[in-house]
């Protein structure tokens, strides 16, 4: 029950740690092209449109982090 406690921790980090780096990234691209309420509009389509996508992103990417962590082990 340990072990699944600290995976949830882990995932409910990684999943707020990249909302907040999409919706600073679509932000600074609505920006840079001009449409106004630049966080709203980012906000809106994050939670629109790509939150399933941040979401499962974010446990692909330990899973992919320990694969990669164990042929760094076993290929020198």
């Given at each position: 029950m340990l072990i699944l406690t600290i995976i949830h921790y882990i995932w409910t980090n990684l999943i707020l740690?990249?909302?907040?780096?999409?919706?600073?990234?679509?932000?600074?691209?609505?920006?840079?092209?001009?449409?106004?309420h630049n966080f709203k509009n980012a906000l809106f389509s994050l939670l629109r449109f790509h939150?399933?996508?941040?979401?499962?992103?974010?446990?692909?990417?330990?899973?992919?982090?320990?694969?990669s962590g164990f042929f760094y082990l076993i290929i020198p």
């Open positions: 740690y990249q909302c907040g780096e999409y919706i600073s990234m679509s932000a600074g691209a609505f920006w840079v092209l001009g449409i106004q939150l399933g996508t941040v979401i499962y992103g974010s446990l692909v990417n330990p899973i992919l982090g320990l694969i």
